[in-house]
């Protein structure tokens, strides 16, 4: 039995989660088209007869030296240190340039097997798959290339051959039912996250993060409640998530509930969302924190 950990690891938006996502068949890490979506080192579990891949989405490695910008990096590569395998997610439609490049140093300093996957493959033109794919030979000759579509579900069983090809033998890490590890709170907290995001990512792109105050099982109605904030940087900043007649806080409202359901098979799901702006001594580095925690 094979049993073995797998980093992705790649540009923002290059779809790495969307491919943990695609592997798990479960929605264990958020994704959007706004770069810098994944803040935290996200495990996604992959169970079948050959054995166990513990995939780990990592942010986005993106060159700027902002603070939120190199605490994402350090999640990055401080996941290639743990990890048996590398993945490593190439957006094709996009010619590889200096931050390709920065990542491919930091995977050959790894020394971990690489299996790269050109992504995209569904939308990228083929001479743009050609000049990725060429690029990666020459950076990364003992890398496998992959040609693949993470949203279209295309090329994934291959990619999964290859990555059990170089698995270590082992026995299974977690329960063959277990699709991730994080906490319900969290995971809770990361959907309503992310639906807020698809929904204003124009004008918040990243002042938001998520606390999930109550989680209650009332056992005698068969019901979970959950009480969430949506949480802001400024008082200003609340109007944009709440929408005109609350109109925006219901759409996140109804798409959170939707996906929440589903954690809680068979229970009735009460969410009560609501919208608040960081107080003022605790901004900053707590809001920080908290974007990354
Ligand atoms: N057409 C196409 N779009 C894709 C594919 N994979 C991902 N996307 C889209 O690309 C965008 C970014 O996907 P994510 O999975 O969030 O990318 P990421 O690499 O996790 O991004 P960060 O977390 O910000 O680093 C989303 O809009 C996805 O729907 C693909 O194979 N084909
Ligand atoms: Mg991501």
Known sequence: MKCGTVAIIGRPSS??????????????SITAKTPQTTRNAIRGIYT???????????????????TLNIRLQK??????KET?????????????????????????????PIICCLNKCDVA??????????????????SKVLEASAKKDEGIDDILIALFAIAP??????????????PVEFRISEIIRG?????????????????????????ENNEIWVRAFIIVERESQKGIIVGKGGANIKKIRVSSFKAIKPI???????????????????????LLDKLLT
Do not use: C
């Not at 999640?75 to 290639?80: N, S, T």
């Not at 809680?264 to 707590?286: E, H, S």
């Open 125 to 142: 033109k083929s001479d743009k798959i050609e000049i990725a794919r060429d690029f990666i030979n020459e950076q990364l000759p003992y």
């Open 48 to 66: 079948e007869p050959r054995g166990q891949l513990i995939f780990t989405d990592t942010p986005g490695y993106h060159l700027n030296d902002q």
């Open 84 to 112: 048996d395998m590398i993945l490593y997610m190439v957006d094709s439609t996009r010619v590889p340039g200096k931050e390709e490049l920065a990542i491919v140093e930091i995977l050959q300093k790894a020394k971990r």
């Open 75 to 80: 999640i990055a590569v401080a996941a290639l």
């Open 195 to 219: 639906n807020t995001i698809s929904l204003v990512s124009q004008e918040l792109p990243h002042a938001i993060y998520v606390e999930v105050s109550d989680l209650e099982s009332k056992e």
């Open 264 to 286: 809680f098979p068979g229970k009735k799901l009460q969410l009560d969302l609501r919208v608040k702006a960081q107080p003022k001594w605790r901004k900053n580095t707590i």
């Open 15 to 28: 779809g790495k989660s969307t491919m943990v996502n695609t592997i798990v068949e479960m929605p264990v």
């Open 169 to 182: 033998e082992g026995e299974l890490l977690y329960p063959p039912d277990s699709y991730t590890d994080q």
